[in-house]
């Protein structure tokens, strides 16, 4: 086996240099050397999405059929860290089948608000959850021989100017809230690649944050994969890679290779610190060729389509089944209402966007159990938000006709999508009215919603049962008539908090801040941490799902073991109803009279196991002393008594118990009697922020005069900003025809807007130079300061 660094050593310094970037969009370069071929990179993560022509990031140009499973709001909702890793291993698999070496996921940023566009591509509002499903799929997929690049390190909280916005927030969020996810996830699982988010944190941008690349990631966490950029994230070469980014992508045509050479020249970095940097990339392409020199075969398509039905039941989320209306009899008459019962909107827009192997309608599903017992109407149209007498009318007919009427309503691909956020939580207008309007002639209403993050639900009160299918994959449409029709039970939980209104979550006020700086106000309060603390019952609370049977709990134990420096808690789980079915059991600890502001609880160790009628079984968990600790100028233990609680949901304690734990760890008072005391009278002000913070904030960047990150929108306010886009919009015209539908024209539309300057110097493959680049930038700053000119003097 070759040994990275004596690859290293051999090599030229110009080769090393173009090691350190992509080969092209997708690849990385061959070491002809070593007989190394090149190697692909490609987008997820709930699929392979390996385009077949020229590469984009955005989910436009077509890709090789791969299954689809369910995007990651919904993978989480499974709580199944088994089943995770077992579509880890799928992945890698089709991965195998496509000579695809490294996989873009899995995509574990913490839902700091349900407005943010791309919620569907992120398992949860909590660290504990995410990190630990993420270890589970990142180790399914790299068994397999296969890389995956954790992403997007770091605070990717948002898509609004994404590319460009400075997230402020301080250590003890940061730490305990937003990197805590990945920090669990590379310990115990060494992704072969972190990608880098677009983002600036604190002023800095993270592809050249030497505090979160080589202090945090490399030398606390023992990291020993590679950094690679977002695709574009690079801001400064040379800086970046001082800090600790191996990898740009995609290539950036040599752009960099004579700054880069010059800097190692002068010893701005030296040959160390730069061997020590394609050491890591080499490493890679080492180890992925390994797997590519093996023999492969194609993978088993159904499969793989029957195992994403399997995860898509296991997603589904039960809200409400007033009267047992669930499962349904297959004798009874069913109006199946909306577009979305043949079109089913089964997965997120953008870099994510899979082409399916074959897709399974609800519709189909639900004739092949009931034949002529079902009836259908549309309900609704998808290219459009307004209200159809007709199609209402027509739903209303058969729905009096029927026994039972199940509603597939939703969020339209307009509604969410990676490059743009959310305006709102309400439904289109056209799936309330439907709803509206058949409550009024059908009582056994089922309301089945299809969306990747949190909806309002004005009609709730008036409807039997609402099953949250959010974006099960392809094989959706068959899950969902096996949890209806009783087949299966459900077993999903979410995992997040469905709110009743905006207004109530605290970050709302700061989302998405200015065009530029977003301050992270609410500090560690957010989801359940929040409606905790604010004393506030949300729609439905973080961990909640029904099943169609119910279980017991007893026997519950808690002990504290100072010398493994675990808790160890155990209990009996009995299935009381008359159907297998699958529970998920949740601890959550509180810690008791804290010196420093904290959630009142937080999600500390959960299993899901299953259970046949009146079986019992034994579980046991272990929490770690070190899952309990703080930030405080790194994470300390604070003495004194916690409270354990063994929870069917946050809002559903059924036991709970206090133990005492000692430690030597000195903790201060953090003095921050606004977060400690924080409730719904709070205003929090600057002055809180400030202090909380720790730090002068950030100046608000400049957007005049125009610099290398101005974004497009803001450059084409001058003649030759205006010519740029509008010859950006022309290259990707060949992407766009008229059957590119309007969520894909947003996100290009919102795409451009945000895209820093400095970017089309990247995708532009060596037409757009960066001398010509700055040269433009003096043109359009001439012209600025020509016209204030004016303006002052006249």
């Known amino acids: 086996m070759l040994n990275a660094k004596a690859v290293v050593k051999e090599l030229s310094l110009d080769t090393k240099i173009k090691l350190l970037s992509g080969k092209n969009f997708w690849y990385l370069p061959e070491i002809k050397e070593f007989n190394l071929k090149s190697i ?28 689809c499973f369910p995007t990651a709001s919904a993978l989480a909702s499974s709580w199944n860290k088994d089943l995770i890793y077992k579509v880890g291993e799928t992945l890698g698999e089709e991965c195998l ?33 995410t990190g630990a499903l993420a270890t589970s799929m990142i180790n399914g997929i790299q068994s397999k021989g296969i890389g995956t690049s954790i992403k997007h390190f770091a605070v990717n909280n948002q898509e609004t100017m994404r590319m460009v916005v400075d997230t402020i927030v301080d250590e003890r969020t940061l730490r305990e809230l937003y990197l805590k996810a990945f920090e669990m996830a590379i310990k115990a699982s060494q992704p072969w690649t972190v990608m880098s988010s677009y983002n600036l944190i604190n002023g800095v941008y993270a592809s050249e944050n030497k505090k979160l690349l080589q202090t945090i990631l490399k030398d606390e966490w023992r990291h020993l994969g590679i950094v690679v950029t977002d695709w574009g994230a690079n801001n400064d070469r040379v800086r970046g890679l001082i800090a600790g980014q191996e990898l740009e992508m995609p290539s950036s045509n040599n752009l960099h290779d004579k700054r880069l050479k010059k800097a190692t020249e002068e010893k701005k970095i030296t040959l160390n610190l730069l061997d020590e940097r394609v050491e890591r990339i080499v490493e890679l392409i080492i180890k992925a060729n390994e797997t590519l020199n093996k023999e492969t075969k194609p993978y088993n398509k159904e499969k793989h389509h029957q195992f994403a039905k399997e995860v898509a039941r296991e997603s589904m989320v039960l ?30 827009s953008g870099s994510s966007l899979i082409q399916p192997t074959k897709l399974a309608s609800a519709y189909d599903a639900f004739k092949d159990i009931l034949g002529d017992n079902l009836s259908y109407a549309k309900g609704y149209a998808l290219d459009s938000d307004k209200v159809n007498e007709t199609l209402i009318k ?48 059908n009582k056994n209403v089922i309301i089945s919603l299809s969306n990747g993050s949190p909806v309002k639900m004005p009609w709730i009160n008036n409807v039997k049962a609402i099953i949250e299918q959010y974006l099960t994959g392809q094989a959706s449409g068959l899950a969902l008539a096996e949890i209806i029709f009783g087949k299966v039970s459900p077993s999903g939980k979410l995992a997040e908090t469905f709110p009743n209104d905006l207004a109530e979550i605290p970050s709302t006020k700061y989302f998405p801040g200015k065009p530029r700086q977003v301050k992270y106000v609410e500090g560690l309060y957010v989801g359940y941490r929040a409606y905790d603390k604010l004393n506030i019952e949300p729609l439905f609370p973080f961990g909640y799902g029904l099943t169609y049977t119910s279980f017991k709990y007893n026997n519950f134990k808690v002990t504290s073991n100072k010398s493994t420096k675990t808790i160890k808690v155990s209990l009996d789980l009995t299935n009381t109803g008359n159907m ?92 921050n009697e606004t977060y400690k005391n924080f409730n719904k009278a709070t205003v929090l002000k600057e002055t809180d922020f400030k202090h909380l913070l720790g730090h002068k904030i950030p100046e608000y960047p400049s957007i005049k005069p125009y610099h290398m990150n101005s974004t497009l929108g803001e450059i084409k306010q001058t003649y030759i900003g205006k010519k740029l886009f509008k010859l950006v919009y022309k290259q990707m015209a060949p992407m766009i025809d008229n059957e590119t539908n309007e969520t894909t024209k947003k996100m290009i539309e919102k795409t451009v807007e945000q895209m820093p300057f400095r970017s089309l110097v990247i995708f532009s493959e060596g037409r757009l130079s960066l001398k010509r680049a700055n040269g433009m930038l003096d043109l359009m700053n001439k012209h600025f300061i020509k016209g204030l000119y004016k303006v002052i003097f006249g």
């Open 580 to 671: 297998i079915a699958k529970e998920i059991v949740q601890v959550y600890v509180s810690k008791k009279d804290s010196l420093v502001y904290r959630p009142i609880q937080e999600l500390k160790a959960f299993e899901k196991l299953e259970l046949k009628p009146e079986q019992t079984k034994a579980i046991n968990l272990s929490i770690a002393y070190d899952d309990l600790k703080v930030y405080q100028k790194g994470f300390k233990l604070e003495p004194g008594e916690y409270e354990v609680r063994i929870s069917a949901s946050s809002r559903d304690t059924k036991y709970s118990k206090t133990i005492n734990i000692t430690s030597n760890d000195q903790i201060v008072d953090d003095l």
């Open 97 to 129: 089948s496509e000579r695809v070496s490294v996989l873009l996921g899995p995509g574990i940023n913490i839902k700091r608000n349900p407005l943010c566009g791309r919620n569907f591509e992120y398992f949860s509002e909590d660290p504990y959850l």
């Open 40 to 67: 692909m990179l490609t987008d997820g993560p709930h699929g392979l999405r390996k385009q077949k022509d020229s590469g984009d990031h955005l989910g436009i140009s077509n890709s090789v059929p791969a299954t």
């Open 319 to 348: 809200l409400k089944n007033e009267d047992n209306i669930l499962p349904l009899n297959n004798k009874k008459s069913v109006a199946l209402i909306g577009v979305f019962a043949k079109t089913p909107r089964y997965q997120g």
């Open 394 to 441: 027509e739903a209303v007919e058969k729905s009096k006709k029927a026994d039972v009427v199940v509603i597939m309503a939703g969020l339209t691909d307009r509604y969410e999508s990676e490059g743009f956020d959310r305006d709102h939580l309400e439904l289109p207008m056209n799936h309330n009215s439907l709803i509206e309007e058949v409550v009024k002639v």
